[in-house]
């Protein structure tokens, strides 16, 4: 598209006053106000052509990969022109998650064969964010119009939780576990994976006695064991809508996406296998398992994908989906929410078959809303009411915590500023307890 710019404006305005100030003087004389329009209108027609078209332009953007909420980046905007342009400007098209730091566009700076810009934004909340479209324009050589493209762009910043200052008390909590040279204790008679051969010492199980080697050697020896590594584990979370709603501020599925990748990151380290389940209405996000330290990059960028849902959430299609997916024994860690137990029914029932080969364990958040309104003085008789109604929706989801434990699912209702150390605790205990 093209574009007349204020020198444009201004050209035609001084051309078209002489001409009429001509017409009305000497009448005989109206071809030449007519010639000099014809005159202006030639220069612009020549100013548009001679700018460089769509075919000649090259442009492209540069921003990282992944960026934490709050943090602040720069994205480069490089243009290239056939020959040299007079001016250029770009505009840069983003969505909701990032704040610009500076405005969204400007002049870029020539240099000898393109034009670059430098643009600050920050990461304002969890998810994918893109940069979807790109205005770029450039004068013509006379400096009458502006030649103008739109490119549509596909760049995505995967913008993830701060988890530096969880992360720190998990590794304090991990090292509890650990000796000083920073290898995971072995505790005799614990787990299930072959160790050692020991002489057998008073006290000890009689199980742990190896009969065959001990008639060998002629003399009592036991076996050793330590905690298995190599568990695979499932971190599956409910973006449902009920998990949106924000706790203190933070959706409730970013402070579960947070947990996660803390407990992601120390199970990588102990050696265990982690894949990512995310859902609402359907399965959103699936990775495979991956092991080792080196894959929780993709681990959170898999999680940066899970997207903010308005819609019910459908665990019977969720919980089987995984179910197929499961070859093998593994820790379930679902991260959702339920309000009564008529909602939570249909979850109740997959649950009870899930529970029949894996180990599920359920990871929530208190409702500080409702225990402050369960707890509230009873000032006025709207005050009464309101409390009542908490109490009643506290006792409710009891009850369904209560079901959840005897289908056999473990459930942890922790604080919100306590979720992620709270699973990590829980996932050493079941670690060391040999129940994965």
Known sequence: MIYPSGRAVWAGAAGAIPAFLIALALPSLWYLGLLWICVLLAFLAVDAAAGRGRASLDATIHAP????????????????????????????????????????????????????????????RRGMARFDRLWVRWRGPFGLVWNQVVLPMD???????????????????LQRQSLPDG???????????????????????????????????????????????????????????????PVDGVPKVDRAVTAALLTAFIALK??????????????????????????????????????YSTEETNFTL????????????????IFTDFVDPISAELMLRTVGRLTERHLVLFMMMKDV???????????????????????????ERQVVIGR????????????????????????????QEDLL
């Open 65 to 124: 990969p992944q960026v934490s909420v709050g943090g602040q980046f720069t994205v480069n905007v490089t243009a290239r022109l056939s020959g040299r342009p007079r001016a250029v400007q770009a505009r840069l098209g983003h969505d909701e998650r990032l704040e610009p730091l500076g405005g969204t566009g400007g002049a870029l700076t020539a240099e000898a064969s393109s034009a670059s810009l430098d643009l600050k934004f920050q990461a304002l």
């Open 369 to 395: 809303e409702l225990e402050t309104l369960a707890d509230m003085p009873p000032d006025t008789p709207e005050d009464v009411a309101r409390s009542v109604v908490a109490g009643g929706l506290l006792r």
């Open 270 to 307: 102990g050696g265990d296998m982690i894949s990512l389940f995310g859902f609402d209405a359907r399965p959103r996000v699936s990775s495979g398992a991956v092991r080792g330290s080196a894959s929780f990059a993709m681990i959170q960028k898999r999680a940066a994908e899970i997207d």
């Open 318 to 333: 969720a919980l089987t989906t995984l179910a197929a997916r499961l070859d093998r024994r593994s820790l379930v860690i």
């Open 183 to 245: 290898h995971a204790q072995r505790r005799a008679g614990q787990g299930r994976e072959f160790e050692a051969l020991k002489d057998y010492q008073p006290g000890m199980g009689r199980r742990m006695i190896d009969w065959k080697r001990s008639a060998r050697h002629g003399r009592l020896l036991a076996r050793e064991f330590r905690i298995e590594e190599n568990n695979n584990i499932v971190l599956a979370i409910d973006s449902g809508r009920l998990m949106c709603e």
């Open 404 to 431: 959840l434990r005897l289908l056999g699912a473990h459930v942890i209702e922790a604080d919100h500023q306590r979720l992620g150390p709270a699973l990590v605790e829980r996932y050493l205990e079941l670690k």
């Open 155 to 173: 760049n995505k910043v995967a913008v993830l939780p701060d988890i530096r200052s969880a992360r720190d008390e998990a590794i304090t909590l």
